[in-house]
């Protein structure tokens, strides 16, 4: 029977050592498997941007730009993440590209968080902060932005081309009917009258005098405006609409 009992328990115990090594194996493959965060770089991987061209860094006196990660709450710097390189400008389709710069004394604030996002705000407001205050800030995908050393003469800064952020409309808002749906129905209705009146002083043989055609000018005038005051309600839409209403 005891012959038996300790035969259980070293069975049981290269059981545990077992389990144990099997668990370390794979804790040990999930850490080297680890998804990397990606981070964008505007030029090539030993090239800056140099007077806003990508120049090899042997033709200048600057070392390679190297991400530095920042906390979410900003106050812990150079966190240790874990990252790959990719570089090419960021995908932004249809949407507008702006150029950020990020230096000493610039009123603008670059932030690369741990999760790969790039975060800008405003020189004046820190995330340091009174967190009940809001924080005007906007973080940027990965994908949405590129990050790259800038040098243009003596001044040394961090630049960043990102994608324009979404501009969110609430469709059924007051102001946003007032001013894009009925504005513009108003503007189309004086232009028809305005165009009718032009007409009528145009065509009639007794109302082509002095007088007729000064109306006539004028209203062409009132046209004229009423289609630019129309088109500049429109460019609340996507560009294309834009476009298409300004060659209408």
Known sequence: MLRMASKALVNYLWLTILIKFVNTIELQHYISHKPEIKINKCCEPFEILLDDRCTHINKTN??????????ENGKKQNVQVDYIIVTGNPDCGSMQIWHIYYYQESTDVLQLLPNGALRHYPHYVSPEED?????MYHDYPPGKYCMEKHVKGSLVSEYASVCAPEHRTDWTSSPFLMRNIISPITHGISMACFLTIAIIYFIMPTLRDLVGNIITTICVCLIVSQAADTIRLLTVFTNHVSIIAAGL
Request: proline share 7%.
């Open 62 to 71: 600057e070392t390679i730009w190297h991400p530095m990660f920042t906390s």
């Open 131 to 135: 967190l009940n205050r809001e924080i």
